[in-house]
């Protein structure tokens, strides 16, 4: 853990303080442990509540009262700058019958103000405050002094004598023990009597554990209000455990994005088609190739005259390939949400970047888009909490498309179970009789068909690829960071904006942007 501070000349806080660590629920009052499982389900308290004045050397009794009344093992100490001050027994049993306890308390010598902690054994303690002066004591009226833009629930103080605000920021987000303790509304100055005058008091003041401030305060004066404005800086947001789930809402600007998708989607049907201008020819030249005999099948064809029996049966059931991918692709794009989806799992070794792992672009996953999942980024956030993500994400447009293009042909063929399948049935080949060919009757016929467009279909997909014509999709985000009560980020929301490209080709894009830590995130 590490900081930067500096004071002026009225000795307030008002640098940054560089500091990692987990958050605690706001509390006002030092919390007691929870029992353990298994532990005492019961309840201890002091009989005074209010803050105990002593002078130096000054013995009294403390009682503490159990509830239900038992006999229960009840352990005293004194926390925080306790001094010499002492105690007659650290363990007491309380009465069975009454459940109360009594133990006795000798002042220290000097002025200070620490606190007697109770625990039942294996339960619940509680906290007597004590303040020793021989000078009187005095009351606090502690001012929060901040300019930022975080919300503020409760301003939480505590003042505590023998120690330094130096010292209190090596320790927070730890609150110091045996403090005197005050709350108040965000509005509101936080109220501390009971204040001991004499020892230097360094007054501490957080809201949750992600803003705090520090000041030293001598000058207390028995019997009256001390005024005091304590300087609150924010603790910086903790980037390096944050996992976020995000979403990048994504609506390119359609006119140069139109032209992408249709430069693609030429190349993905143009590597169908592999410069054929006849299905017919393209579908008997692929079959003949996965035939296993292309003399024999070629021979076949020509004596039986196949090429003018395909066309006649692509003619007869209406099948015109190309416009049925193209309608398929533009049909499958007019249903996609406009949506990049993705987590970000920050580099605690790497600060200020992340990895960017890409699930899906609308429906198209990752895997079906034949594009890698992984992409390292940048993380960071600003002094006044805006989040900043940048990086550039990859895709090959004939993989994209061919994702819809396939999507939207089970859609409209639910009996497939692929989309090559979903291919065949558009061409019916199970209806194309081609005889002649020895050892390869009319489903063997029909399964080879199948397989030739299933071949074809592996080329369009990898157009893009084959002519060296990817993507990018380079983008900067940024938004208003989310975090918990220890300033851990735990999301952010706000806008992105970048291009998407493919080849010469470019579109800008620009939208919302939404991160938010999982329901689950796995264990980092």
């Not at 929060?144 to 330094?164: A, C, D, E, M």
């Not at 320790?171 to 509101?188: V, W």
């Not at 609150?232 to 139109?258: G, H, R, T």
């Not at 590597?271 to 003949?288: E, H, I």
Request: net charge negative.
């Amino acid at each position: 853990m590490s900081l930067l501070y500096r004071y002026l000349s009225h000795g307030f806080l008002v640098a940054s303080v560089l500091l990692m660590g987990c958050g605690h629920n706001p509390d006002v009052t030092l919390p007691p442990e929870d029992p353990p499982d298994g532990g005492v389900d019961g309840s201890i308290s002091f009989d005074n509540e209010e803050t105990l004045l002593l002078a130096p050397s000054e013995t009294v009794n403390i009682g503490v009262g159990t509830s239900p009344a038992a006999a229960y093992s009840v352990s005293f100490y004194l926390a925080g700058d306790a001094l010499d001050a002492s105690l007659d027994q650290s363990q007491v049993i309380t009465d069975p019958s009454t459940g109360k306890a009594t133990v006795k308390l000798r002042a220290p010598n000097s002025a200070t103000n620490f606190v007697v902690r109770a625990t039942i054994k294996d339960g619940p303690a509680a906290d007597l405050a004590v303040s020793v002066s021989d000078q009187g004591f005095g009351t606090l009226q502690i001012t929060p002094v901040y300019g930022g833009n975080r919300v503020v629930n409760q301003w939480l103080g505590r003042v505590v004598s023998g120690t330094t605000c130096e010292a209190l920021a090596a320790g927070f987000p730890e609150d110091p023990e045996g403090a005197l303790i005050g709350t108040a509304d965000p509005e509101e100055p936080v109220v501390i009597m009971g204040a001991p005058v004499g020892p230097n008091l360094t007054v501490f003041v957080r809201a949750g554990h992600y803003m705090w401030g520090c000041s030293d305060e001598a000058d207390l004066v028995a019997g009256e209000t001390t005024p005091l404005e304590v300087s609150i800086v924010n603790k910086p947001i903790v980037v390096e455990e944050a996992y976020l789930d995000i979403e990048l809402d994504f609506a390119p600007d359609p006119l140069p994005w139109q032209t992408i998708i249709d430069d693609g989607k030429a190349l993905m049907i143009g590597g169908f088609f592999d410069g054929y201008q006849s299905t017919a020819q393209l579908l008997l030249d692929t079959m003949s190739a996965l035939s296993g005999d292309q003399n024999a099948f070629d021979l076949a064809a020509a004596n039986d005259s196949w090429l003018p029996t395909i066309e006649a049966h692509l003619a007869t059931h209406s099948v015109d390939l190309g416009q049925s991918l193209g309608d398929l692709t533009d049909g499958g794009l007019a249903k996609q949400p406009e949506l990049i989806v993705g987590n970000i799992d920050a580099f605690e070794q790497a600060p200020g970047h992340g990895l960017f792992t890409l699930k899906r672009i609308g429906t198209v996953d990752v895997d079906q888009a034949g594009i890698p999942a992984e992409y390292v980024t940048t993380l960071t956030v600003d002094p006044d909490d805006t989040v900043r993500l940048g990086g550039s994400l990859f895709w090959l447009p004939s993989r994209y498309l061919g994702a819809v293009c396939a999507q939207e042909g089970l859609a409209q063929n639910p009996q497939a179970t692929d989309f090559e399948d979903a291919l065949s049935e558009i061409v019916k080949c199970d209806d194309l009789v081609l005889t002649g060919y020895s050892g390869c009757g009319t489903t063997c016929m029909a399964q080879l068909c199948s397989t030739a467009l299933a071949t074809r279909w592996a080329a369009a997909v990898d157009a893009s690829a084959a002519n060296s014509q990817w993507g990018d999709v380079p983008f900067e985000a940024s938004g208003k960071a989310l975090f918990d009560d220890g300033a851990a980020l735990t999301g952010f929301e706000g806008t992105w904006l970048g291009q998407v490209t493919s080849g010469q080709l470019n579109a800008s894009v620009t939208g919302a942007v939404v991160a938010e830590t999982p329901d689950n995130p796995p264990a980092q």
